[in-house]
């Protein structure tokens, strides 16, 4: 019976203790609208998918990171696509990106379904996302 109250204080101490470490993942803002006024996708099959899009923005703060995040309809786990700096152009009132996933090394199969978005970000902030589209 004392093991037991051991074990059990030492597992309160220990998710106390977790408990108490600030959250470090990209902390949710809802400060900017995005709309997508276009977005495509070009299969460059075995090589690639090159995805490109205009994002209409309202609200501040602008982003200076856009990602892209992609899943195969089946599947739950999302993977990620930074889009490169160079990549990524803005007039102030839109954003237009650009990113290829390299089906050489982040391999998907031929004739499946991707669910993709797309997610604006300032600093740590995640300011606005994308609806999902297939």
Do not use: C, H
């Amino acid at each position: 019976m004392i093991m037991f109250r051991r074990i059990a204080t030492l597992f309160v101490f220990v998710v106390m203790l977790l408990g108490s470490f600030p959250d470090t993942s990209l902390a949710r803002s809802a400060a900017v609208d995005i709309l997508l006024s276009e977005t495509s996708a070009t299969i460059e099959f075995p090589l690639g998918i090159q995805f490109d899009t205009t994002i209409q923005l309202t609200g501040e703060p602008l982003p200076d990171r856009v990602e892209l995040l992609y899943r195969p309809l089946t599947e739950p786990t999302l993977r990620l696509a930074v889009v490169d700096a160079g990549s990524i152009s803005n007039d102030g009132d839109s954003i237009n990106a650009a990113t290829t996933i390299d089906l050489q090394t982040d391999y998907l199969p031929s004739g499946i379904d991707l669910v993709y978005f797309w997610r604006l970000s300032s600093g740590t902030q995640v300011i606005g996302e994308s609806k999902p589209e297939l």
